[in-house]
C-alpha cells in the first residue's frame, strides 16, 4: 500500500491543469452501452476508478481501448453479469442496471454494499425502472432485474439523487415512449451525460432542472465526446492555493458549475477571479471562519465539504459546517484533529475553531475526499504528515502529488 508524504508550509504558486471528471465519466462510460457502434471519449482522467469501469465494460462483452486520456469502447454482444468484486470496489458500478436493461433486458448486478460515507441505498434507482416496468429480485446479495421492452414513465424521485437521475435517463432514451424524471438531480455531471447522450441521437429536454423529460428513441448510434472538467478537483485546486498563502492559475476549471465554492471562499477572503487562462486563485490575508450546509447542485457540493473544512481549521475565528447529504461524512475530523485542529461534532455538524497553524502528523485517509482534505491540511501544516491509505486518493484525483509538486508542494509517494 502507498502513502503520501508530504514537507508542509510551503506557498503553492503557478499554473495547475483540471482533468477531466471521474463523476461525468463513470455514467458516460456506461452509457456506451446504449449506442449500436463504437464511441470514442477523450479527456477521460486516468483513475483507478475508470479502469474499473472499463473492466466492468468488459466483462459486459464491450471491447475498451484506453491511452493517453482516450477511451474508446465497442458494444458487442452483451452479457447482464456485474460480478461482487468489481461492484463491491466501486458503487456506481451500479450505473450499468439502466443500460443493461434497455439494451438486453436482462442485469445481475451485485449489490452495493455500505460504504465508508454512509448507508447510501439504491432503492430510487429500483423504485425509478419498475415503473418503467422492470421487475427485481434479491438473489445472493445480487440485483436480478428482468423486463421486456422498458416503457415510458412518470417517475418523481423521493430526493435528488444523482445515480438515480443517470440510471433513468439512460434506460429512458431507448424506452418506448416519454419518460418525465421529477426530482431529478441538477449537477452538471448529469448535464454531461445527457449532452453526450443528445450527440448519440437521444431526444431529450430540462437537463439541469429538477424535471427533465424523454422521448425514447429506437437506436442510438455512437458520437465522439469529450468530458467535462472536473469541478471537484478543481475546487480542491482553489482550496490548496488557501490555505497555503499561494497563488495558482487553475487552469480548464468551470468556473459556474463551481460557484457555490468559490462563494464560499470569496467570504473567507480569498480572492478568486476567473481570466481567459483560467480561473486565479490566492489568498493575500487571513483568511476568516464561515458557515456552509451540504446541499444538491445548484447547493454547496459534499464532495468539496471535508477539502474547505481543512481550510477553515487554519482560518481565524469560528466555522459552522452542516452535512445534509450523507451519514459518517466526517471521517476526516479525528484526523485533522490529530493535526491540531480544533473541531467538535454535533450529530450532522461540526463545529472548527480556527489555530494558528496545524502540525504534521501521520494520518488515515478513510474515503475519497476525506484523503484530499488530509493533503491539503498536509501541505499547509508545520512538518511533515504522512498520509496513509492513499489508495481512496487514486481513485478520483489523477496524478495529484506530480501535479501539486509541479507548483512548489514537496509530496513524495512511498511503500508502507
Ligand atoms: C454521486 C457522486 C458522489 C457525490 C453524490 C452527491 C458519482 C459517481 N458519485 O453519488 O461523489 O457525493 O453524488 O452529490 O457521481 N439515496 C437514497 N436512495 C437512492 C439513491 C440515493 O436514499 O436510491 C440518497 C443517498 O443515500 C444520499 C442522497 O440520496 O443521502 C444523494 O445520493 P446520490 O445523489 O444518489 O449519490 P450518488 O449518485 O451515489
Redo the contacts with the bound molecule.
Keep these: 500500500m502507498d502513502k503520501l508524504v508530504i514537507d508542509g508550509g510551503i506557498p503553492l504558486t503557478g499554473s495547475i491543469e483540471v482533468s477531466g471528471s471521474?463523476?461525468?465519466a463513470?455514467?458516460i462510460l456506461f452509457a456506451a452501452i446504449l449506442a449500436s457502434d463504437s464511441v470514442t471519449f477523450s479527456n477521460v482522467p486516468d483513475l483507478r476508478?475508470i479502469h474499473t469501469t472499463l473492466k466492468l465494460l468488459q466483462m459486459l462483452g464491450c471491447a475498451c481501448e484506453y491511452a493517453d486520456g482516450k477511451a474508446c469502447i465497442t458494444p458487442g454482444t452483451l452479457l447482464p453479469e456485474a460480478p461482487y468484486e468489481l461492484v463491491s470496489t466501486m458503487?456506481?458500478s451500479?450505473?450499468c442496471l439502466g443500460p443493461l436493461l434497455a439494451r438486453i433486458g436482462r442485469a445481475r448486478v451485485a449489490l452495493p454494499g455500505g460504504c465508508a460515507?454512509?448507508?447510501?441505498?439504491?432503492?430510487?434507482?429500483?423504485?425509478g425502472l419498475e415503473q418503467m416496468g422492470a421487475r427485481f429480485d434479491l438473489e445472493e446479495g445480487y440485483i436480478l432485474g428482468r423486463c421486456r421492452k422498458l416503457k415510458g414513465a412518470h417517475v418523481t424521485?423521493?430526493?435528488?439523487?444523482?445515480?438515480?437521475?443517470?440510471n433513468l435517463l439512460m434506460a429512458a432514451v431507448l424506452a418506448e415512449g416519454e419518460t418525465i424524471l421529477e426530482n431529478a438531480?441538477r449537477?452538471p455531471?448529469v448535464v454531461d451525460l445527457a449532452n453526450f447522450l443528445l450527440a448519440c441521437g437521444a431526444r431529450i429536454q430540462g437537463q439541469g432542472s429538477s424535471c427533465i423529460r424523454i422521448q425514447g428513441v429506437s437506436e442510438l448510434r455512437g458520437a465522439p465526446y469529450a468530458i467535462m472538467p472536473d469541478r471537484?478537483e478543481a475546487g480542491t485546486f482553489l482550496v490548496a492555493a488557501g490555505i497555503t498563502g499561494g497563488e495558482l492559475l487553475v487552469r480548464n476549471c468551470p468556473f459556474k458549475e463551481l460557484e457555490a465554492v468559490i462563494l464560499k471562499l470569496r467570504d473567507m477572503g480569498m480572492e478568486i477571479t476567473a481570466t481567459p487562462e483560467g480561473v486565479l486563485a490566492r489568498c493575500a490575508c487571513p483568511l476568516r471562519g464561515t458557515d456552509l450546509k451540504?446541499q444538491?447542485?445548484p447547493g454547496f457540493?459534499?464532495?468539496m465539504q471535508a477539502q474547505v473544512m481543512a481550510l477553515m481549521c487554519s482560518a481565524q475565528g469560528a466555522s459552522v459546517v452542516e452535512e445534509s447529504?450523507?451519514?459518517n461524512r466526517f471521517m476526516h475530523v479525528q484526523e485533522l484533529v490529530r493535526m491540531g485542529a480544533q473541531i467538535k461534532i454535533s450529530g450532522h455538524t461540526a463545529m472548527v475553531r480556527g489555530v494558528s497553524q496545524l502540525a504534521g502528523a501521520p494520518v488515515m485517509a478513510s474515503d475519497?475526499?476525506a484523503s484530499a482534505s488530509l493533503v491539503l491540511a498536509g501541505l499547509a501544516a508545520r512538518g511533515t504528515t504522512h498520509v496513509r491509505r492513499i489508495y481512496h486518493l487514486d481513485r478520483?484525483y489523477e496524478r495529484i502529488e506530480n501535479k501539486l509538486n509541479a507548483v512548489g508542494a514537496r509530496i513524495r509517494r512511498e511503500k508502507e
Design positions: 471521474k463523476n461525468a463513470l455514467p476508478d458503487r456506481a451500479v450505473l460515507i454512509g448507508a447510501r441505498p439504491v432503492d430510487q434507482h429500483l423504485k424521485f423521493d430526493m435528488p439523487t444523482v445515480g438515480g437521475t443517470e438531480a449537477e455531471e471537484i451540504t444538491p447542485y457540493p459534499t464532495d447529504i450523507f451519514e475519497l475526499r478520483g
